[in-house]
């Protein structure tokens, strides 16, 4: 996982599918996190570019089962207030 500070604004540049997980899940393995987390609780503002999101370059060979999944634990990082970016107001 790769973050960046944008003013006041915390952008994940990049996020692996095991990093999603634990970030769904409320369960940070890592300062960078256990960062995003904080800055939620904090009221920042988080964004996420939905090229950043890991899964989905293997939208085309991965099983129907796990991308669902995946799609899953996307829904649940906006659900927390991260803001993905390219997804069309959904």
Same mark, same amino acid.
């Given at each position: 996982?790769?973050?960046?500070?944008?003013g006041? +604004?915390?952008?994940? +540049?990049? &996020?692996?599918? !095991?990093?999603?997980?634990? &970030?769904?899940? &409320? =369960?940070? =393995?890592?300062?960078?996190?256990?960062?995003? &987390?904080? !800055?939620l609780? !904090?009221? =920042?503002?988080?964004?996420?570019?939905?090229? !950043?999101? $890991?899964?989905?370059?293997?939208?085309? +060979?991965?099983?129907? /089962? #796990?991308?669902?999944?995946?799609?899953?634990? $996307?829904?649940?990082?906006?659900?927390?207030? #991260?803001?993905? #970016?390219? +997804? /069309?107001?959904?």
């Amino acid at each position: 996982m790769t973050l960046e500070w944008r003013g006041r +604004t915390l952008h994940i +540049t990049w &996020l692996p599918v !095991a990093a999603m997980g634990r &970030l769904a899940a &409320l =369960a940070p =393995a890592g300062p960078e996190e256990t960062q995003v &987390l904080a !800055a939620l609780l !904090a009221g =920042a503002r988080v964004c996420l570019d939905r090229r !950043a999101l $890991e899964y989905r370059r293997y939208r085309r +060979t991965a099983p129907a /089962g #796990i991308f669902r999944r995946c799609l899953t634990l $996307e829904r649940r990082l906006r659900e927390m207030g #991260i803001c993905v #970016i390219g +997804t /069309g107001g959904r």
